[in-house]
């Protein structure tokens, strides 16, 4: 391809709303353009890329039996009102009218689509298992879309659905797409760890994130340094690793004035002592109605979805003011978990380490101190996993030292079991003629996160440098002196030529200009391989060769070019 007449716009400045590494490197590189908020042109540089990630994604899903599909971007409302996610998706879900006024969406995510395809067209146990895929555009009306196509509104995803006869088979498939995942990821030359997405406590470990390793990443990762367990921050289990205090440390209960104080912090400082040394008290109802005590360590924070998985009840809310003085007797920030024989005390693991802690007295302007949870608590539900992880927690599996990473989620799976095919009625008659709900599983990748993502992982100061697997061309060709001399345009063309045959993909620099320009350029744009063809490498029947953020030079003579070059192209990516 020559430069000259590609469409290759590179900025020296990046759009100031370009807000991270990737969004700059890819509007200064030429990659794409923005439209609108979270909506963007894809130019021929970047879509060379994305095509790139495409292949090797469809490759290996086709490698696991994938049959690749297209499925409709406009759906009707009528299969969304069947799941009844017409009416929980919210406001991520772009909704649309016909001239009909029949109402529709742009796809988010395909499950209903493609259940509805294949419940009308899988009828029996020897069609199964099935998986469907396909690469299509996803629109999700993001509240705050940022980082470039990172997270864009409008974005490419690889989805893939598989349809099986049983729980198990649908197990034994999930194995296949981690591992195929994995190989996914290896092959685009990207440092990531999948995580487990669900907690234990949650419901087991039936989805995974693939995590591209970042520091921009939004997503924090805890990672065990001996196991191979990962979760994501959200998800990931603490197990109980506190030791309770002796009762013969145990001092005496005493009452302390706060007056105005009621926040951990503002106690912590009026009485000089740690924030480990707090009781934090939070009161919660279920359905609006039924108290119950959430009781944390004073530099911990709670996690709601772990307090309702411990008490089972996903209907449940922090206290307002009126129900809190109700139960507790006292304005909010002076309760403590004590004498509320109705509210009962669910303490996370950490609290268990509190000796001679203080908590709040139940009445205003008052806290206790040298509250101890095993004397001064008899009526205590339990100690749970009721709070995000910390480095102080160790891994939940091993028991090891745990490590923090940041990540950007580029791929999710799923098993879904009969979430789906139950509500649509997605049935096959099995070998009794009998029929059975199919097992499902659903897989995405968003494809153009994994462009913005190998950027996040791979740049420089001068710009992008891509593993070689998915950079839009294997070599640059800088052509200089083209007016000087008439030697060089022939000699380009005939190596060029040369390279082409070996199947190397070359983007050749054939414009006219300065060369630290056009260095900056190829340098920007990132592509692995440099060669510079000018008078005076041509002198000697040669030309120069560099690698993108090697600072030293080669020179090689013009007819080994091609074989050198094949030859450091067979190396696999580091
Ligand atoms: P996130 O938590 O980042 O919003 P998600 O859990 O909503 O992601 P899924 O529904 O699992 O995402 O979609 C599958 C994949 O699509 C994600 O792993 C991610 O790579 C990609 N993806 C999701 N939302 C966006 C977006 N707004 N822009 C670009 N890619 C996205
Ligand atoms: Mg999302």
């Known amino acids: 391809m020559k430069l000259s007449r590609y469409l290759l716009p590179t900025l020296r400045e990046a759009p100031s709303d370009a807000d991270n590494v990737s969004a700059r490197l890819m509007q200064r590189a030429g990659m794409i353009r923005k439209v609108a908020s979270g909506i963007y042109d894809w130019l021929p540089l970047g879509l060379r890329v994305l095509r790139k990630v495409e292949r090797i994604v469809r490759e290996e899903m086709d490698a696991v039996g994938g049959q690749e599909i297209l499925l409709p971007v406009i759906q009707p409302k009528s299969l969304w009102k069947e799941t009844g996610r017409w009416d929980v998706y919210g406001k991520e879900l772009l909704r649309l009218k016909d001239r009909k006024d029949a109402e529709f969406c742009f796809a988010p995510t395909a499950e209903e689509v493609v259940t509805d395809l294949v419940r009308r067209e899988v009828r029996s146990w020897r069609q199964l298992p099935t ?102 921050l959200e998800r990931a289990e603490v197990k109980d690793h506190y030791a309770a205090p002796e009762a013969s440390s145990f001092k005496s209960v005493t009452k302390f004035e706060t007056q105005d104080k009621t926040s951990v912090a503002e106690v912590a400082k009026l009485v000089s002592r740690p924030l480990t040394d707090f009781l934090k008290t939070q009161l919660y109802m279920i359905n609006g109605h039924k108290p119950v005590i959430a009781l944390m360590r004073g530099d911990h924070e709670i996690h709601e979805a772990k307090l309702a998985a411990a008490v089972g009840s996903p209907a449940l809310q922090r206290a307002n003011e009126a129900q809190y003085r109700q139960v507790m007797g006292c304005k909010v920030g002076y309760g403590g978990p004590q004498g509320h024989p109705d509210a009962p005390v669910y303490a996370d693991f950490a609290a268990k380490s509190v000796l001679n802690g203080i908590t709040g007295a139940n009445q205003d302007g008052l806290h206790v101190d040298h509250f101890n949870i095993s004397r001064d608590l008899p009526a205590l539900k339990g100690y749970f996993d009721l709070r995000c ?73 001068d710009g992008i440098l891509w593993p070689p697997a998915i950079s839009p061309f294997h070599v640059a060709l800088v052509v200089l002196d083209e007016a000087d001399d008439a030697r060089v345009r022939p000699a380009a063309d005939s190596l060029v030529a040369s390279l082409e045959s070996a199947g190397i993909e070359v983007l050749e620099d054939d414009r006219d200009g300065k060369p630290g320009v056009k260095f900056k350029d190829i340098d920007l744009i990132g592509i692995p391989h440099r060669l510079v063809l000018s008078k005076k490498t041509l002198d000697a029947g040669e030309v120069e060769y560099k690698r993108r953020g090697v600072a030293s030079f080669e020179r090689w003579k013009l007819d080994e070019a091609s074989d050198l070059l094949g030859a450091l192209l067979a190396v696999p990516a580091l």
């Open 131 to 232: 998986m469907l895929y396909q690469f299509g555009l996803k629109f999700r009306d993001e509240i705050r879309p940022r980082f470039g196509v990172m997270r864009a509104r409008e974005f490419l995803m690889k989805d893939a659905y598989s349809f099986h006869a049983d729980e198990a088979d649908a197990s034994l498939h999930y194995q296949k797409i981690y591992e195929a995942y994995r190989k996914i990821f290896v092959r685009c030359g990207l440092k990531f760890k999948p995580v487990e997405a669900q907690s234990g406590a949650i419901g087991g470990s039936t989805s995974h994130e693939f995590m591209v390793l970042a520091e921009t990443g939004e997503e924090t990762i805890v990672s065990c340094s001996k196991c191979d367990y990962g979760a994501n």
């Open 389 to 461: 992880a910390t480095p102080e927690d160790p891994c939940p599996r091993c028991g090891s030292r745990t490590v923090f990473y940041k990540g950007i989620e580029v791929g999710h799976t799923f098993k879904l079991g009969t979430k789906y095919s139950a509500v649509l009625k997605a049935e096959y008659l099995d070998e009794r003629q009998k029929s059975r709900v199919m097992v499902m599983g659903c897989y995405g990748i968003g494809v153009s996160r994994v462009v913005a993502a190998a950027i996040e992982q791979g740049h420089d100061k």
